[in-house]
């Protein structure tokens, strides 16, 4: 495929400090429609004010859909769905678990984990930032220091693809729920009336959802594409984007991911990328927060610090940026970790964006935290990490493998 598009505006935005004023800025500007979908919606702090934000917007009059992901969100609170209910802001909770043995089902790993958000399908913000206070988490309450993360923000062509993929997740969710309550009709007539009319035909719902990245190269102006990961057509979009950017480079990469188990064809890029006389840095999960995540990822740091690449742990707050930049024009904002619930079950969205100033100011940013928020590893150092560390790796590594063939998935 061959796609190309030149954003009429672009702006980097770090951490909800930065993203939750401009979608609330975004919201009270509304005149249609306003589609959003996040893995985590919290209502402590800045979550409630873009709530609020989303409830005035839906007064005026505004079509206004919340897409959630059912584990990454729990049931909305009392207050706030009688909120949502009188204003008419439409709540919905994306392949919801059931039962406590829910999870016993392969099927039901597969999660909601993109951050969209697009409004009138003029604006879109996309990353990996949920709507969530920089600083608190629901597992561990009040943070010191804000979350490290990320998205991007622009105008532009992109905005048409980005409002298509959303209306259609959205009706198929929809229908989902109704065709469990035989009331697929009524959700095929919400979906209409939701802002969709006439574009609801064969050729929306045929639609691959995935932007090809061919073209983005080559062009002093800004270019940007949107890659969408799914079960179905685009199942190593995001991968493949970060394998060809890492595999053209010429001077540097950087990467900073929250979960960063990457699958054999990725860590042999990374590694090959070095051993040519790259500078590759990654910047990784410090902070302990689950434990398959942390352990599973240190039996692979061996490989990668003999082929040459630096790592280093962010140590101030939680990291949960997924963003990379390449030879200081290619960049990649998005949601998917380096890890096989991104890649492979986890349904996820990036933009990958073609532009030098872009590109140095996030650069930029990574540079700063890995400079004075991060830890390196020293390969001797690791080579005589105690044996309890590394018989947790492995374990964590084994049952990370093991859950991926009851998935029947390849990694």
Not at 135 to 163: C, I, M, Q, S, W
Not at 195 to 205: C, E, F, P
Not at 352 to 359: L, N, S
Request: charged share 20%; net charge positive.
């Amino acid at each position: 495929m061959t796609y190309s598009t030149k954003p009429e505006t672009l702006q980097l935005l770090q951490g909800g400090q930065a993203l939750f004023p401009a979608l609330i800025q975004a919201f009270d500007g509304a005149a249609k429609w306003i589609q959003l979908e996040t893995y985590i919606f919290d209502f402590h702090g800045s979550g409630a004010v873009v709530a609020d934000a989303l409830v005035r917007a839906a007064q005026r009059g505004v079509t206004v859909q919340v897409l959630v992901d059912a584990v990454g969100t729990g049931p909305l609170p009392a207050d706030w769905q009688q909120k949502f209910s009188s204003s008419g802001v439409q709540w919905c909770a994306y392949s919801p678990v059931g039962s406590s043995f829910g999870f016993l089902v392969p099927e039901r790993w597969r999660r909601l984990h993109r951050k969209l958000c697009v409004v009138d399908e003029r604006i879109v913000f996309c990353g990996g930032i949920n709507v969530l206070d920089d600083f608190y988490d629901p597992n561990h309450g009040k943070l010191e220091a804000p979350r490290f993360d990320f998205a991007v923000t622009l105008t532009g062509p992109l905005a048409a693809e980005a409002t298509d993929a959303m209306a259609l997740l959205w009706w198929r969710v929809q229908a989902g729920y109704s065709a469990r309550q035989r009331h697929l009709n009524e959700a095929w007539e919400k979906f209409k009336a939701a802002g969709y009319g006439g574009r609801t035909d064969a050729k929306l719902l045929a639609q691959p959802v995935d932007s090809g990245l061919s073209g983005l190269a080559g062009s002093s102006r800004p270019k940007a594409a949107l890659v969408l990961r799914d079960n179905l057509r685009n199942r190593h979009s995001i991968e493949r984007a970060y394998r060809k950017a890492i595999g053209k480079a010429r001077q540097e990469v950087i990467i900073a991911n929250a979960y960063f188990l990457p699958g054999g064809k990725l860590r042999r890029a990374l590694m090959k990328t070095a051993r040519r006389g790259v500078h590759v840095t990654l910047l990784l999960q410090g902070k302990y927060e689950y434990f398959m995540q942390y352990h599973a990822a240190r039996p692979v740091y061996g490989a990668l610090l003999a082929a040459g690449v630096e790592i280093h742990e962010y140590s101030t707050s939680f990291l949960h940026a997924k963003v990379a930049v390449v030879d200081g024009h290619w960049a990649t904002v998005g949601s998917s970790n380096l890890d096989p619930l991104s890649l492979l079950l986890a349904r996820e969205a990036n933009v990958v964006i073609e532009d030098r100033a872009f590109a140095g100011e996030l650069s930029a940013c990574l540079r700063d935290a890995v400079a004075h928020h991060g830890v390196r590893i020293d390969p001797a150092v690791y080579s005589r990490r105690p044996l309890g560390r590394r018989i947790q790796g492995w374990m964590a590594y084994a049952l990370m493998r093991l859950a991926l063939m009851l998935t029947g998935q390849r990694y």
